[in-house]
């Protein structure tokens, strides 16, 4: 499967970007799916997932309230809406495929920059 992670740019403190992240070569309807980021200097961290059915979503704790993931099995596609961001929100974010939790296929990763 490929993933295939879009939507990030450059905002300004208090904005809000859409990440959409679309799979192609297996349908992810059946799949958990997660959104991960990476900051300069960082460890790869968590930071939304959701069931297969969008019955359950889970959070960092650093965006709960801020963020929203969701999913649309009709387009094999996983979204993440991202409110009030702020500038610790800069890294690149990418979404994954998940098998127990665990990242199964990693999309390639999309900038997300936030100025104060």
């Known amino acids: 499967v490929q993933l295939q992670a879009s939507g990030g740019g450059s905002v300004q403190a208090g904005g809000s970007l859409t990440l959409s992240c679309t799979a192609s070569?297996?349908?992810?309807?059946?799949?958990?799916m997660g959104w991960f980021r990476q900051a300069p200097g960082q460890e790869r961290s968590f930071v939304a997932a959701?069931?297969?059915?969008?019955?359950?979503?889970y959070y960092a704790s650093s965006v709960k309230g801020r963020f929203t993931i969701s999913r649309d099995n009709a387009k094999n596609t996983v979204y993440l809406q991202m409110n009030t961001l702020k500038p610790e929100d800069t890294a690149v974010y990418y979404c994954?495929?998940?098998?127990?939790?665990?990242?199964?296929?990693w999309g390639q990763g999309t900038l997300v920059t936030v100025s104060s």
């Open positions: 959701t069931s297969w059915s969008s019955d359950s979503t």
């Open positions: 994954a495929s998940l098998v127990e939790g665990t990242p199964e296929y």
């Open positions: 070569g297996r349908t992810i309807s059946t799949y958990a």
